[in-house]
């Protein structure tokens, strides 16, 4: 069984304002996204960034086999979503979400506007049968790192709404964050040894930020810790990042400003982790994922074929 992430970059049909701008390059970007796909031939891949549903559909059209979607009915203002894509074993949807937890209360978004009360995009869970046990997966999209300014802006007027800025985008992450955990709390039910569960996605950020530490779970434990083979309490409710299983040369899902960094990750339950037998980013044995260098103007790649993410996966035995 092999699981997946990959944000597949303004996923719209073309003619709209972030799409592609003609049928020519919308099909050579459908061609790029088919040809990872099938090459990587995952049993079940969450995906983001999906602008039209209709698009999807148009990608699973162009791949061989069975092949069945899920998708979020809850998008962000420019309407991209996650959803998955599975290839012989129908979804089931067990959750679609964007609720901030009870007791989280609401975090400031920007200068002027209303307190954000829940997730910008929504959080999407679904089960399928596994080889030896069912497997539940959530996929999200967490607010982005790319800053925007009033007005659409993509550069600040001063360092000072810079930092205004990066601090309210770093609000909604961890309020994010911190709603996907509950999510995830849901659905491993305390019981992480027995049930196969992975959380899939773009976290928009890096393996210790800590944004991305607030999913784990209780401390310990970690890959490559001498703790990581004792089992303990928390294994019931820990999920592990399995960054650590990825070669060194090849641990990044994108490339900004010329920085290598691993943004997309796949966090799995106690059952699942100890059954890994590879993990890695772009394409099983390729070598280390050619990716664009991207900055903080999105639509200079507006219609760009693939994908400026490269897809983060692991397989796991029986």
């Given amino acids: 069984m092999l699981l997946a992430t990959w944000n597949l970059e303004n996923l719209y049909r073309p003619g709209g304002p972030f799409g592609p701008k003609d049928k020519a390059a919308y099909e050579a970007k459908l061609a790029a996204l088919a040809a990872v796909v099938t090459e990587l031939g995952p049993t079940l891949l969450g995906v983001q960034e999906v602008g039209d549903p209709e698009a999807l559909e148009d990608l699973a ?110 609000y909604r992450r961890a309020a994010e964050a911190t709603a996907l955990r509950a999510l995830a709390d849901e659905l491993l039910g305390g019981e992480g040894r027995e049930r196969d569960v992975a959380v899939l996605g773009d976290l928009n950020d890096e393996v210790q930020a800590a944004t991305t530490q607030i999913l784990l779970g209780p401390p310990g434990s970690e890959i490559g810790t001498p703790g990581f083979g004792q089992p303990d309490r928390g294994d019931a409710t820990r999920l592990w990042d399995v960054a650590p299983l990825i070669p060194a040369d090849r641990r990044y899902s994108r490339v900004t400003s010329g920085r290598r960094e691993l943004i997309d990750h796949v966090l799995v339950s106690h059952r699942l982790v100890h059954r890994i037998t590879e993990a890695g980013t772009g394409l099983p044995g390729a070598g280390a994922p050619r990716l664009p260098s991207v900055d903080t103007e999105p639509a200079a790649r507006r219609g760009a074929p693939g994908s400026d993410h490269a897809p983060v996966w692991v397989r796991v035995g029986a």
């Fill in 61 to 170: 059209g162009l791949l061989d086999g069975g092949w069945h979607l899920a998708l979020s009915k809850h998008a962000d203002s420019r309407g991209i979503r996650v959803g998955f894509l599975s290839r012989g074993l129908v979804p089931e949807v067990v959750a679609d979400t964007t609720a901030f937890p009870d007791l989280l209360r609401p975090v400031q978004g920007d200068d002027d506007g209303e307190p954000v009360t829940r997730a910008g995009r929504g959080f999407l869970a679904v089960r399928i049968s596994g080889p030896s046990a069912p497997l539940t997966a959530a996929v999200c999209h967490l607010k982005s790192k790319l800053l925007s300014y009033p007005g659409g802006r993509f550069q600040p007027r001063d360092e000072g709404e810079r930092a205004r800025y990066g601090a309210y985008a770093l």
